[in-house]
C-alpha cells in the first residue's frame, strides 16, 4: 500500500462540541459530565426544553442534532473560525454550501428530503437554544473544563501517532482530526474528509476506528462481473451470509466489507496496535466474517505494499479465491 507522507492536524472545536451537548440535554441517559448537564437543563427552562424535545421528533429517524447539523456546519470550510451564531444566521447559506459538496451526492433519500423540509426551521430553531446556553456561561465552561482536556488529549495522540508508520495513503495529503469533549466515547465520525473523536478515546481505538470509518466511507468498491454468481457456489459461505443478511444489501456487501476488515487488522497489526490478528478475524462478530481471513492471508504475502488502499481492496477482489473458503477452518482449501 502506497507510501505517502501526511500532514496530521489535530484541532479543539467548541462548534461540534455545544452541537453534541445539546443531545446531551433533557435525556434519560446517564452521562459523565451529568452535573453540568442538571446545570445547564435548569438554565434553559421548560420552554426551552419543549423547543429541544419538538426538534427531536421532527428529526429523521434514530438521528441526533449533531448528526444532522453537523454535515451542514462543516460544509463551509471555515467553520471553525467562525462564531456559531454567524453560522446559524444563513441557514439557507449552509443548506447552499452543503449541496455543492461531494457528500451530498451520496445522501441518502431521507436525508434530501430532510433537507428540502425541515432542516433550515430547525437551524433557525437550533440557534436560540445556542444563544441561551451562552448566556448561562457554557463558553466559560467549556475552555475553562474542557479544552484542557482535549489540548491534553491532542499531545498524547501527536505524540503516538508520531511514531507509527503512516504508509497508508488516505487520500488526502492533510487529515484534519477534531478531539472533542462532548461526542460519545465509542463514536469516531467522518464527516467532509474530517475525523471527528472523544477525547477520552484510546489512541488505540482511535487508529481502529480511523481506518475502519475511511475504508467504509472513502473507498468503494466496484462488483466484479459475474462475482456474486461465483460467490454463491460456495455452500457453507451462503449458509454464514445467512445468518448477518439482514445486516447487509447484498451478497457483495457482505464480501466487501469481510475485505475492509481484513484490511482494517492488517494496517492495525502492522501499527503494532492489535494483537493476534487471526484469533480477532475468526472471532469478530461471533465468527460470521471468518471469510475476512481469506484477504487477511493474501494481505501477508506482502504483495500490496505499493498500492493506495482502494487499489489494494480492488486486487483482493481480483485474485482471492472466494470458492476456496472453508467455513470450519476460516482458511483456503
Not at 472545536?13 to 446517564?30: E, K, M, Q
Request: proline share 3%; charged share 25%; hydrophobic share 35%.
Amino acid at each position: 500500500m502506497q507510501e505517502q507522507k501526511m500532514s496530521v492536524i489535530f484541532e479543539p472545536s467548541y462548534t461540534l462540541d455545544v452541537l453534541h451537548f445539546l443531545d446531551h440535554l433533557f435525556t434519560p441517559r446517564a452521562l459523565p459530565n451529568e452535573e453540568m448537564v442538571c446545570y445547564f437543563e435548569e438554565y434553559l427552562g421548560d420552554d426551552h426544553e419543549k423547543t429541544l424535545q419538538h426538534i427531536r421528533k421532527r428529526l429523521m429517524k434514530f438521528e441526533t442534532i449533531a448528526e444532522v447539523l453537523i454535515p451542514l456546519l462543516t460544509a463551509d470550510p471555515e467553520f471553525n473560525d467562525l462564531q456559531l451564531s454567524e453560522l446559524l444566521a444563513s441557514p439557507k447559506y449552509l443548506i447552499y454550501q452543503y449541496k455543492r459538496t461531494a457528500s451530498y451526492q451520496d445522501a441518502s433519500k431521507e436525508y434530501k428530503k430532510f433537507l428540502k423540509s425541515e432542516a433550515e426551521s430547525i437551524l433557525l430553531k437550533v440557534a436560540p437554544l445556542i444563544q441561551r446556553l451562552e448566556k448561562a456561561k457554557f463558553k466559560t465552561y467549556w475552555l475553562h473544563s474542557c479544552l484542557p482536556l482535549v489540548n491534553q488529549k491532542i499531545k498524547e495522540y501527536s505524540k503516538d501517532i508520531h511514531s507509527l508508520n503512516l504508509s497508508k495513503q488516505f487520500g488526502h495529503q492533510d487529515q484534519i482530526i477534531y478531539v472533542l469533549s462532548c461526542i460519545d466515547t465509542d463514536r469516531v465520525d467522518w464527516v467532509h474528509q474530517k475525523l471527528m473523536v472523544s477525547q477520552t478515546c484510546s489512541f488505540q481505538t482511535f487508529m481502529y476506528d480511523w481506518v475502519e470509518t475511511y475504508l467504509k466511507s472513502d473507498c468503494p468498491l466496484t462488483k466484479p462481473r459475474g462475482y456474486e454468481r461465483k460467490v454463491k457456489r460456495n455452500k457453507e459461505l451462503m449458509m454464514i451470509y445467512k445468518k448477518v443478511k439482514e445486516d447487509h444489501a447484498s451478497i457483495f456487501d457482505y464480501i466487501e466489507t469481510a475485505v475492509k476488515l481484513a484490511m482494517t487488522v492488517y494496517i492495525c497489526q502492522e501499527w503494532g496496535i492489535l494483537e493476534n490478528p487471526q484469533d480477532y478475524l475468526k472471532k469478530y462478530q461471533s465468527g460470521h466474517y471468518q471469510v475476512a481471513l481469506l484477504f487477511y492471508q493474501e494481505l501477508e504475502k506482502g504483495q500490496y505494499r505499493h498500492l493506495t488502499l482502494q487499489q489494494c481492496a480492488h486486487h483482493l477482489l481480483e485474485h482471492v479465491d472466494i470458492q476456496c473458503y472453508d467455513a470450519h477452518l476460516g482458511l483456503m482449501t
